[in-house]
């Protein structure tokens, strides 16, 4: 199936460091999404981005987290500066059109010293 | 506020057996149910989806699943499980007209030889 790429794999960083996360969707999509797992728990949601701007967000994207896609290269969450309590799986989803499947990254693993 | 229940959090079940993996999703209209599988260190896997129609749907690898309005519940199947099934299996919803997927806290299946 269809295939999303997520760069690095894992990142460890001290705390008040700036990171950011890296995300190869799908070619043709156009839908892009930011979701966070904390160890043995569930995945939530946070940010949607579509056409240069964020459609949604959740309250855990925090003011030190941004999302950009400069001219259709990587979609990157940016997270400055970075907190204890960042440290998780961070998976990056596209899909091709608005409440269509979205396809899954393996994940950047996040640890914040 | 909206939620998926995943009652199991571990179900072991040996090679051969059938399995049952249950869902009940929380929203007063019918959402768009998704069941994704993950694998150690892999993204989520799209089983199946259900938006609509016959409420009996087929995903990949023999699993299917049955949406039920009056229990608010899309139970996950298969008829046969191979060693190859065990994994992390989370349930999903989307509202109509939503941009997030919220996920249920996942079912850890073991399949013993």
């Known amino acids: 199936g269809p295939k999303v790429l997520q760069i690095p794999s894992h990142q460890i960083i001290d705390m008040g460091q700036m990171v950011t996360l890296n995300c190869d969707p799908v070619?043709?999509?156009?839908?892009f999404y930011w979701y966070k797992q904390i160890l043995g728990q569930q995945m939530e949601f946070l940010v949607n981005?579509?056409?240069?701007?964020?459609?949604?967000k959740s309250k855990l994207f925090k003011d030190q987290f941004s999302v950009e896609r400069p001219d259709g290269s990587y979609f990157t969450l940016k997270i400055q500066p970075t907190a204890l309590e960042d440290s998780a799986v961070y998976f990056c989803?596209?899909?091709?059109?608005?409440?269509?499947?979205?396809?899954f990254g393996p994940g950047t693993r996040l640890l914040v010293l | 506020a909206q939620s998926v229940t995943q009652p199991d959090a571990r179900v072991t079940v040996s090679e051969g057996a059938s399995l049952q993996l249950r869902c009940k999703y929380s929203y007063s209209a019918t959402p768009y149910l998704f069941w994704y599988v993950q694998y150690p260190r892999q993204g989520l896997q799209l089983l199946l989806k259900y938006y609509s129609g016959d409420p009996v749907v087929q995903g990949v690898n023999s699993f299917e699943a049955e949406f039920s309005k009056s229990n608010s519940s899309f139970h996950l199947q298969k008829a046969s499980v191979h060693w190859s099934d065990s994994a992390v299996y989370f349930c999903?919803?989307?509202?109509?007209?939503?941009?997030?997927?919220?996920f249920g806290t996942g079912t850890t299946v073991s399949v013993s030889p």
């Open positions: 989803a596209s899909s091709l059109v608005n409440q269509d499947t979205q396809y």
């Open positions: 070619s043709n999509h156009l839908y």
């Open positions: 981005f579509y056409n240069g701007k964020v459609m949604e």
């Open positions: 999903a919803q989307l509202y109509q007209g939503g941009r997030a997927l919220i």
